[in-house]
């Protein structure tokens, strides 16, 4: 490894870059890692962790509007986005020096610039230095996707909603998945009156219909005007930098903001990839194995850059793997299957394992168990909204294939059902398992 200048050298600071470089430091290796934005990526800066923040936040509005119920006589409440926003980025900026930290603890040589590979075993800076790398690991995450329209320019994506100097009082979003989902139930209960557009009739395509198809009368309920099978066809400014959103039925909606959240692309533009012989995917990701190696031996490439399963969780154990294998005598591969993941739309949906087309399509014969109830937490509230939770099961074995489920706090509470699933576990495991009442989680182990 002396004959070149690192031993690991990783473009993109992001969550799978910096623990790739971590744990490699930890094993010895001596590692550099060059990041031209902020350090932390997608999901500290502009992604996960500031939008649950605001999640958070929004969700007091609906605490607020039925506090009297439980007791609480509050006064006259305003919000103030601009205070809001500000601790949220705060916070952003701690975790970004607490990874910079971490980097500098594992003895992980940092260049705060951009870098793009030149070749099987080099990288070049953007200040023109040049360096050699015995492997080269790729981290550079996905950008959000704005489609082609007129007018395009004047909207936003996920990467600019956390900066806006102030809270659109009529926001458009545009798009069915969980970031378009998540933001319009954010800045609905904060008090902006929020129009989704969406191209399809469906939205959270991957995630259990039954489930998802309760969640827009919730959503209309709570004030969202939802428009579906249709989508943006031109943007224009006109006074008082308002916008004028003409859809593809005809229809005119004048705005102060549009959000597009229609997908995110893997970040490979420019990076030099050809100069190792490493040719992109449809979608423009870099094609890895089990290993996360792409077709040169040298080069590696982990998180969503290679449109496997981009979720944050997931990168970090590719990182993980990655690093172990290279430098740490345990070579290793990351399971893919049984993936948990979540909405924190409002209420939140979350699921593990197989929906049910899924699991018929794969075991044939399915037994389904559900559980349709009104969550305590609601009863102080007007709505009539409830809870719902579905599991399936292979009919033969009785294992348990998939659970999902929305309403309140269903992210917290799915994380303990996707070990059961992932260990193997029977729905006679979960009827065995006595229930903690009164609790909305008890409901697992209660399905009939």
């Given at each position: 490894?002396?004959?070149?200048?690192?031993?690991?050298?990783?473009?993109?600071?992001?969550?799978?870059?910096?623990?790739?470089?971590?744990?490699?430091?930890?094993?010895?290796?001596?590692?550099?890692?060059?990041?031209?934005?902020?350090?932390?990526?997608?999901?500290?800066?502009?992604?996960?962790?500031?939008?649950?923040?605001?999640?958070?936040?929004?969700?007091?509005?609906?605490?607020?509007?039925?506090?009297?119920?439980t007791g609480w006589t509050i006064g006259q409440s305003t919000f103030d986005w601009a205070r809001l926003r500000d601790f949220v980025n705060s916070d952003v900026d701690r975790l970004e020096g607490l990874y910079g930290n971490t980097l500098g603890n594992a003895g992980v040589e940092s260049f705060s610039e951009r870098a793009v590979i030149t070749g099987p075993n080099s990288v070049k800076l953007a200040?023109?230095?040049?360096?050699?790398?015995?492997?080269?690991?790729?981290?550079?995450?996905?950008?959000?996707?704005?489609?082609?329209?007129?007018?395009?320019?004047?909207?936003?994506?996920?990467?600019?909603?956390?900066?806006?100097?102030?809270?659109?009082?009529?926001?458009?979003?545009?798009?069915?998945?969980?970031?378009?989902v998540e933001f319009a139930g954010i800045f609905n209960a904060l008090g902006s009156k929020v129009t989704l557009v969406n191209r399809s009739e469906t939205i959270l395509r991957t995630y259990e219909q039954s489930i998802v198809e309760r969640l827009p009368p919730i959503m209309e309920a709570r004030g969202m005007d939802l428009k579906f099978g249709q989508q943006i066809a031109k943007v224009e400014k006109v006074a008082e930098g308002a916008l004028l959103a003409t859809l593809t039925s005809g229809e005119v909606i004048e705005v102060d903001q549009v959000l597009i959240a229609t997908g995110r692309s893997p970040n490979t533009n420019?990076?030099?990839?050809?100069?190792?012989?490493?040719?992109?995917?449809?979608?423009?990701?870099?094609?890895?194995?089990?290993?996360?190696?792409?077709?040169?031996?040298?080069?590696?490439?982990?998180?969503?850059?290679?449109?496997?399963?981009?979720?944050?969780?997931?990168?970090?154990?590719?990182?993980?793997?990655?690093?172990?294998?290279?430098?740490?005598?345990?070579?290793?591969?990351?399971?893919?299957?049984?993936?948990?993941s979540a909405v924190f739309s409002q209420p939140s949906i979350a699921g593990v394992g197989l929906?049910?087309?899924?699991?018929?399509?794969?075991?044939?014969?399915?037994?389904?168990?559900?559980?349709?109830?009104?969550?305590?937490?609601?009863?102080?509230?007007?709505?009539?909204?409830?809870?719902?939770?579905?599991?399936?099961?292979?009919?033969?074995?009785?294992?348990?294939?998939?659970?999902?489920?929305?309403?309140?706090?269903?992210?917290?509470?799915?994380?303990?059902?996707?070990?059961?699933?992932?260990?193997?576990?029977?729905k006679a495991d979960f009827d065995a398992t006595t229930a903690i009442h009164p609790t909305m989680a008890e409901e697992l182990v209660l399905l009939k």
């Open positions: 490894m002396a004959d070149y200048d690192f031993d690991l050298f990783t473009i993109g600071a992001g969550s799978g870059g910096v623990r790739a470089s971590r744990i490699a430091g930890s094993h010895g290796a001596k590692v550099g890692i060059a990041e031209e934005f902020r350090y932390g990526g997608t999901c500290v800066i502009r992604g996960c962790v500031p939008k649950k923040m605001l999640v958070y936040a929004s969700m007091f509005a609906e605490e607020l509007s039925h506090a009297e119920n200040s023109g230095k040049e360096i050699t790398a015995r492997y080269i690991l790729v981290a550079t995450g996905a950008e959000p996707i704005i489609p082609p329209f007129e007018g395009s320019e004047h909207c936003i994506t996920s990467n600019e909603i956390f900066y806006l100097d102030e809270q659109p009082k009529r926001l458009l979003v545009m798009g069915g998945g969980y970031i378009a420019g990076l030099g990839l050809e100069t190792a012989g490493i040719e992109l995917g449809a979608k423009g990701e870099i094609p890895v194995d089990a290993s996360s190696k792409t077709s040169c031996d040298s080069i590696y490439a982990v998180g969503d850059v290679t449109d496997r399963v981009q979720l944050t969780p997931v990168a970090i154990r590719e990182g993980h793997a990655v690093a172990d294998s290279l430098f740490g005598g345990n070579p290793r591969v990351v399971d893919h299957s049984c993936i948990a929906t049910e087309d899924e699991a018929r399509a794969e075991y044939g014969e399915v037994n389904v168990y559900t559980s349709d109830f009104r969550p305590m937490k609601n009863i102080f509230s007007p709505r009539m909204e409830r809870g719902f939770y579905k599991m399936i099961t292979d009919a033969a074995s009785d294992k348990v294939l998939g659970i999902h489920m929305i309403g309140p706090e269903s992210a917290e509470i799915i994380q303990a059902a996707a070990v059961a699933i992932k260990a193997g576990l029977t």
